[in-house]
């Protein structure tokens, strides 16, 4: 049997994969690939960022998976699991004059961050379907990484959903 964090990122990556940002995200771009399938990884990734024509997702469980007794024959854990979001930007979407990248395009990442980052505070997404794990908290770790724009042309951001699991012992 999974242990409970691998559960429950299992079940983060498919609540991913099946949320398509509705009507009112729009993007400046025709030829956007905002939504690929997410993959559960432990970031243990090396993407040769010279090849990336997408946006990454993985969902990564987080250590340590703290632990209270919940009742006499159960325990609560706090499961974290990370979301990072990783687009490496194409010559096209870069300023020639200045090498600056296309602000729009920067604003359309932040964008889809904080839609991702909503769904877990939505109440209809709070529950993990099949897992009796409900979300205790989420939170942006990191929206804009200037050095990773400036210095390798890659957008990163870093969502951590923090989910509360009974188990009965």
Known sequence: MASVLVQVADAVTKLVNDH??????TTQRPDSTYCPNALRSYGDFILD??????????VIPVSPLATELATRG?????AS???????????NEKD????????????????????FSELFQDASHRRLPGYEAATYKSSMIRTVAPGD????RMFTSRI??????????
């Open 20 to 25: 398509k940002p509705d009507s009112s995200y």
């Open 49 to 58: 960022i010279e090849k990336a024509d997408e946006l990454h997702i993985d």
């Open 74 to 78: 159960g325990i609560k854990y706090l």
């Open 81 to 91: 699991i990370d979301i990072l979001l990783r687009y490496k930007f194409k010559q």
């Open 96 to 115: 020639n004059d200045t090498g600056r990248v296309d602000q729009s395009i920067v604003d359309d990442l932040v964008s889809l961050t904080e839609l």
């Open 149 to 152: 724009i400036l210095m390798q």
């Open 160 to 169: 951590r959903a923090v989910y509360s699991v009974h188990k009965e012992l």
